[in-house]
Protein backbone atom coordinates (compact mmCIF):
# COMPACT_ATOMS: atom_id res chain seq x y z
CA UNK A 1 0.00 0.00 0.00
CA UNK A 2 1.15 3.64 -0.89
CA UNK A 3 1.74 5.95 1.65
CA UNK A 4 2.14 9.61 1.76
CA UNK A 5 5.20 11.60 3.48
CA UNK A 6 2.29 12.44 6.59
CA UNK A 7 2.40 8.94 7.29
CA UNK A 8 6.42 8.66 8.51
CA UNK A 9 8.02 9.46 11.14
CA UNK A 10 12.02 9.98 10.09
CA UNK A 11 15.15 9.34 12.69
CA UNK A 12 18.28 11.17 12.82
CA UNK A 13 19.42 8.62 9.92
CA UNK A 14 17.13 8.89 7.84
CA UNK A 15 15.24 5.48 9.02
CA UNK A 16 11.65 5.64 8.52
CA UNK A 17 9.17 4.55 11.02
CA UNK A 18 5.70 3.92 10.52
CA UNK A 19 3.34 5.75 12.34
CA UNK A 20 0.16 4.98 11.55
CA UNK A 21 -0.67 2.71 13.72
CA UNK A 22 0.78 5.04 16.56
CA UNK A 23 -0.45 8.70 15.45
CA UNK A 24 -4.20 7.80 14.33
CA UNK A 25 -3.88 7.61 10.47
CA UNK A 26 -3.76 11.47 10.52
CA UNK A 27 -3.01 12.94 6.89
CA UNK A 28 -1.51 16.08 6.10
CA UNK A 29 0.45 16.70 8.82
CA UNK A 30 3.30 18.85 8.53
CA UNK A 31 6.74 17.09 9.71
CA UNK A 32 8.90 19.46 11.17
CA UNK A 33 12.84 19.27 12.28
CA UNK A 34 13.39 19.36 16.36
CA UNK A 35 16.90 19.64 17.73
CA UNK A 36 15.80 19.51 21.33
CA UNK A 37 12.25 18.51 22.34
CA UNK A 38 10.65 19.67 25.91
CA UNK A 39 9.19 16.79 27.11
CA UNK A 40 11.03 14.03 25.47
CA UNK A 41 14.82 15.08 26.01
CA UNK A 42 16.21 14.70 22.59
CA UNK A 43 19.96 16.10 22.50
CA UNK A 44 20.42 15.32 18.62
CA UNK A 45 18.03 16.55 15.80
CA UNK A 46 15.38 13.99 14.95
CA UNK A 47 12.42 14.74 12.99
CA UNK A 48 8.90 14.67 14.22
CA UNK A 49 4.88 15.64 13.67
CA UNK A 50 4.34 18.72 15.35
CA UNK A 51 0.55 17.14 16.24
CA UNK A 52 2.38 14.01 18.14
CA UNK A 53 5.16 14.63 19.21
CA UNK A 54 3.58 15.71 22.47
CA UNK A 55 0.78 12.79 22.22
CA UNK A 56 0.12 9.68 23.98
CA UNK A 57 0.94 7.71 21.64
CA UNK A 58 4.33 8.72 20.73
CA UNK A 59 4.92 8.89 24.62
CA UNK A 60 4.28 5.14 24.39
CA UNK A 61 6.67 5.01 22.16
CA UNK A 62 9.24 7.43 23.77
CA UNK A 63 11.77 4.46 25.06
CA UNK A 64 11.37 2.30 22.19
CA UNK A 65 13.13 5.03 19.93
CA UNK A 66 15.37 6.31 22.42
CA UNK A 67 16.97 2.53 22.65
CA UNK A 68 16.52 2.14 19.30
CA UNK A 69 18.24 4.89 18.52
CA UNK A 70 20.81 4.66 20.88
CA UNK A 71 19.61 8.31 22.02
CA UNK A 72 20.33 9.71 25.85
CA UNK A 73 17.91 9.61 28.50
CA UNK A 74 15.03 12.29 29.01
CA UNK A 75 17.83 14.11 31.07
CA UNK A 76 18.74 17.71 30.88
CA UNK A 77 17.60 17.87 27.45
CA UNK A 78 17.56 21.73 27.12
CA UNK A 79 21.22 21.62 28.42
CA UNK A 80 22.10 18.72 26.26
CA UNK A 81 20.57 20.49 23.10
CA UNK A 82 22.66 23.65 24.10
CA UNK A 83 25.46 21.68 24.54
CA UNK A 84 25.24 19.90 21.58
CA UNK A 85 24.46 23.15 19.30
CA UNK A 86 27.45 24.64 20.62
CA UNK A 87 29.65 21.78 20.37
CA UNK A 88 28.80 22.04 16.75
CA UNK A 89 29.55 25.47 16.24
CA UNK A 90 32.89 25.15 18.33
CA UNK A 91 33.53 22.54 15.39
CA UNK A 92 33.08 24.59 12.08
CA UNK A 93 34.77 27.61 13.82
CA UNK A 94 38.04 25.68 14.58
CA UNK A 95 37.77 22.92 11.54
CA UNK A 96 41.29 23.61 9.57
CA UNK A 97 40.35 25.05 6.09
CA UNK A 98 41.27 22.71 3.23
CA UNK A 99 44.76 23.87 1.32
CA UNK A 100 43.94 24.86 -2.25
CA UNK A 101 45.19 21.89 -4.72
CA UNK A 102 47.79 23.20 -6.53
CA UNK A 103 47.68 23.80 -10.17
CA UNK A 104 48.97 21.16 -12.51
CA UNK A 105 50.54 21.80 -16.36
CA UNK A 106 50.46 18.37 -17.99
CA UNK A 107 52.70 18.56 -20.85
CA UNK A 108 53.12 16.02 -23.51
CA UNK A 109 56.23 14.61 -25.05
CA UNK A 110 55.60 13.43 -28.45
CA UNK A 111 57.30 12.40 -31.58
CA UNK A 112 57.53 10.54 -34.83
CA UNK A 113 60.26 9.26 -36.40
CA UNK A 114 58.69 8.70 -39.82
CA UNK A 115 58.00 12.33 -39.95
CA UNK A 116 60.83 13.67 -38.35
CA UNK A 117 58.07 15.90 -35.87
CA UNK A 118 58.86 15.84 -31.98
CA UNK A 119 57.47 18.35 -29.92
CA UNK A 120 56.50 19.81 -26.83
CA UNK A 121 52.35 20.04 -26.88
CA UNK A 122 51.88 23.01 -25.60
CA UNK A 123 54.87 24.16 -25.65
CA UNK A 124 54.63 27.18 -23.82
CA UNK A 125 53.27 27.20 -20.40
CA UNK A 126 52.10 29.85 -18.04
CA UNK A 127 52.80 29.22 -14.65
CA UNK A 128 53.54 30.83 -11.06
CA UNK A 129 55.94 29.41 -8.41
CA UNK A 130 54.11 26.58 -6.49
CA UNK A 131 52.46 25.44 -9.49
CA UNK A 132 53.60 21.87 -11.14
CA UNK A 133 54.95 21.17 -14.69
CA UNK A 134 53.96 17.31 -15.58
CA UNK A 135 55.98 15.99 -18.42
CA UNK A 136 54.41 12.77 -19.99
CA UNK A 137 55.95 10.42 -22.73
CA UNK A 138 53.57 10.26 -25.00
CA UNK A 139 55.36 9.21 -27.75
CA UNK A 140 58.84 9.09 -29.57
CA UNK A 141 61.25 8.55 -26.54
CA UNK A 142 62.92 8.30 -24.60
CA UNK A 143 62.63 11.89 -23.90
CA UNK A 144 64.23 13.81 -21.29
CA UNK A 145 63.68 17.46 -19.28
CA UNK A 146 66.28 19.95 -19.96
CA UNK A 147 66.47 24.01 -19.02
CA UNK A 148 68.96 26.67 -20.85
CA UNK A 149 71.27 27.93 -18.08
CA UNK A 150 71.97 30.88 -20.25
CA UNK A 151 71.14 34.15 -18.66
CA UNK A 152 69.95 32.60 -15.24
CA UNK A 153 71.24 33.71 -12.24
CA UNK A 154 72.83 31.73 -9.81
CA UNK A 155 70.01 31.58 -7.55
CA UNK A 156 67.58 31.27 -9.94
CA UNK A 157 69.74 28.11 -11.66
CA UNK A 158 70.30 27.01 -8.18
CA UNK A 159 66.24 27.48 -7.32
CA UNK A 160 65.75 25.07 -10.81
CA UNK A 161 68.23 22.35 -9.98
CA UNK A 162 66.78 21.99 -6.85
CA UNK A 163 62.92 21.85 -8.08
CA UNK A 164 64.63 18.87 -10.55
CA UNK A 165 64.34 15.35 -8.75
CA UNK A 166 66.67 12.63 -9.93
CA UNK A 167 68.58 14.91 -12.15
CA UNK A 168 71.28 13.23 -14.10
CA UNK A 169 73.79 16.76 -14.62
CA UNK A 170 72.88 20.46 -14.05
CA UNK A 171 69.42 21.40 -14.84
CA UNK A 172 68.97 18.26 -16.74
CA UNK A 173 66.34 15.44 -16.01
CA UNK A 174 66.38 11.47 -15.72
CA UNK A 175 65.23 9.75 -19.47
CA UNK A 176 62.18 8.76 -19.65
CA UNK A 177 61.77 5.51 -21.80
CA UNK A 178 58.34 3.93 -21.02
CA UNK A 179 55.31 5.26 -22.89
CA UNK A 180 53.35 6.89 -20.19
CA UNK A 181 56.12 7.76 -17.88
CA UNK A 182 55.60 10.82 -16.19
CA UNK A 183 58.27 13.88 -14.73
CA UNK A 184 56.99 16.38 -12.58
CA UNK A 185 58.79 19.56 -11.58
CA UNK A 186 56.89 22.29 -8.80
CA UNK A 187 58.17 25.42 -10.06
CA UNK A 188 60.39 26.90 -7.73
CA UNK A 189 60.16 30.90 -6.76
CA UNK A 190 61.78 32.34 -9.70
CA UNK A 191 61.94 35.73 -11.08
CA UNK A 192 58.94 36.65 -13.84
CA UNK A 193 60.56 35.89 -16.80
CA UNK A 194 60.60 33.65 -19.75
CA UNK A 195 62.84 30.05 -19.58
CA UNK A 196 63.59 27.60 -21.87
CA UNK A 197 63.71 23.98 -21.71
CA UNK A 198 64.27 21.29 -24.62
CA UNK A 199 64.33 17.60 -24.79
CA UNK A 200 68.26 16.26 -25.10
CA UNK A 201 68.01 13.20 -27.25
CA UNK A 202 65.65 15.43 -29.82
CA UNK A 203 67.62 18.61 -29.49
CA UNK A 204 68.26 18.56 -32.59
CA UNK A 205 64.74 18.09 -34.11
CA UNK A 206 64.12 21.74 -32.11
CA UNK A 207 62.01 20.12 -29.64
CA UNK A 208 62.04 23.00 -27.15
CA UNK A 209 59.53 24.54 -25.33
CA UNK A 210 59.36 27.72 -22.93
CA UNK A 211 57.95 28.51 -19.33
CA UNK A 212 57.02 31.69 -18.43
CA UNK A 213 56.72 33.00 -14.91
CA UNK A 214 53.91 34.91 -14.70
CA UNK A 215 54.65 36.36 -10.93
CA UNK A 216 54.81 35.17 -7.15
CA UNK A 217 52.49 32.77 -5.89
CA UNK A 218 50.21 34.37 -3.22
CA UNK A 219 51.25 32.12 -0.14
Not at 101 to 112: P, T
Request: hydrophobic content about 40%.
Amino acid sequence: MQRDASSVLCGPLGDPLDRLSRAGRAHQLLVVAVCCDQRQGFSRPVLLNPATSHGQSFQRSRETLRHRWNLPAASGGRKAGTALLLALAAWLFLAPVPLRAQRVHEIRLEGDALTGVFRFVPNEISAKPGEVLRFVNQSGGPHSIGFRSDGLSPSAKAALNAAMPDRVGDLRGPLLVAQGARYEITVPALPPGNYEFFCLPHLAYRMVGQLRIRGRSTP
